[in-house]
């Protein structure tokens, strides 16, 4: 099946910090999200992007189909932004495979 | 719009127990995910609905797991006999398009 890595798999910032978070695929995908896991566990939906770039408030994503990356750019981080992000893809109409996350802490 | 609800939010269980979870997805999603996800993992899908059809449950460790949607909304996961490695969070997960999922809270087992 299709591998998926994320990198890096720890991050600890100062707030207000700027970060990249790096999703590396094996194969072509037809579906490709990003989520974050908030600390109580809550999985939340932050784009579907299976290729380009879409932006929303401080984060935004690019994903490069033809080189198999997506990013996540998180700017002026904040306490809140703490977590774990994961990238999740899908090929030919199956469900979503997850990558091992990145360990996200903004620290005040 | 009410998310994914799950219940109960919290199971403990001795080994060898069984243990039921149930899951109502977002009004008029027709696809039902249930995942699991042990500690310092990503989720992994266990089955898969299309309606109250089964679309993928390749991955569903079917001696001891099951899994029904009955008229195409709720679900119900179900382990019998428990093992300790079962010790997880138990996530459900819905979609209109098979594109953008939304998780409900996810339920966590505890076996002992």
């Known amino acids: 099946g299709i591998q998926v890595e994320q990198s890096p798999p720890d991050l600890i910032l100062q707030e207000g910090a700027n970060s990249t978070l790096r999703c590396n695929f094996s194969d072509s995908v037809n579906n490709l999200q990003w989520f974050h896991q908030n600390p109580w566990g809550q999985l939340i939906n932050l784009f579907y992007?299976?290729?380009g770039t879409k932006q929303n408030g401080r984060l935004s994503a690019t994903t490069v189909a033809t080189e198999r990356y997506s990013l996540l750019y998180i700017s002026s981080s904040q306490t809140t932004d703490s977590g774990v992000y994961f990238c999740a893809v899908e090929e030919d109409r199956r469900a979503l495979t997850f990558g091992s996350g990145t360990r996200l802490q903004v620290q005040p | 719009e009410a998310g994914v609800a799950q219940s109960p939010r919290y199971k403990i269980i001795e080994k060898r127990q069984s243990v039921a979870f149930w899951c109502n997805p977002i009004?008029?999603?027709?696809?039902l995910y249930w995942y699991q996800q042990i500690l310092g993992q990503g989720p992994k899908l266990l089955i898969q609905f299309q309606n109250n059809g089964v679309v993928d449950d390749s991955q569903l460790p079917k001696d001891r797991f099951s899994a029904e949607r009955l008229k195409g909304v709720d679900s119900t996961l179900k382990i019998q006999p428990a093992k300790l490695e079962d010790s997880a969070v138990y996530l459900c997960?819905?979609?209109?398009?098979?594109?953008?999922?939304?998780f409900g809270p996810g339920t966590r087992l505890l076996v002992l």
């Open positions: 997960a819905s979609s209109w398009d098979m594109e953008t999922q939304y």
């Open positions: 992007i299976p290729s």
């Open positions: 009004s008029g999603h027709a696809t």
